[in-house]
């Protein structure tokens, strides 16, 4: 079983940048972030996966937000920049162990789910 903290929530402004952070307490084959706004479905954000650290993008953050990880692997950061008032939401820290075929989007990919940091984007 695999544990994910999540830290680096806030409130912040519009063009403002801010940083998430998420732990695991294992070995993960691919972690990233999915959110949920209100009134709306969860969506994908962002995933790195793999020894070579593939990294994928929603269309909606491409350009703005970069996912990275430490060198132990067990952390992963969701640097977001140019922040909009649509990025608002529930970011949920997701993570994957090996096996299978991955397609980063999918929900069903991940067992393991962190609590959810809030992000909020003012005018």
């Known amino acids: 079983q695999v544990q994910l903290i999540e830290s680096g929530g806030g409130l912040v402004q519009a063009g403002d940048s801010l940083r998430l952070s998420c732990a695991a307490s294992?070995?993960?084959?691919?972690m990233g972030w999915f959110r949920q706004a209100p009134g709306k479905e969860r969506e994908f954000v962002a995933a790195?996966?793999?020894?070579?650290?593939?990294?994928y993008y929603a269309d909606s953050v491409k350009g703005r937000f970069t996912i990275s990880r430490d060198n132990a692997g067990n952390t992963v950061h969701l640097q977001m920049n140019s922040l909009k008032l649509e990025d608002t939401a529930i970011y949920f820290c997701?993570?994957?162990?090996?096996?299978?075929?991955?397609?980063?989007?999918?929900?069903?990919?991940?067992?393991?789910w962190g609590q959810g940091t809030q992000v909020t984007v003012s005018s």
């Open positions: 294992g070995q993960t084959f691919a």
């Open positions: 997701v993570a994957r162990s090996p096996g299978g075929t991955y397609y980063p989007s999918s929900e069903k990919q991940y067992a393991y």
């Open positions: 790195l996966a793999g020894s070579k650290g593939a990294t």
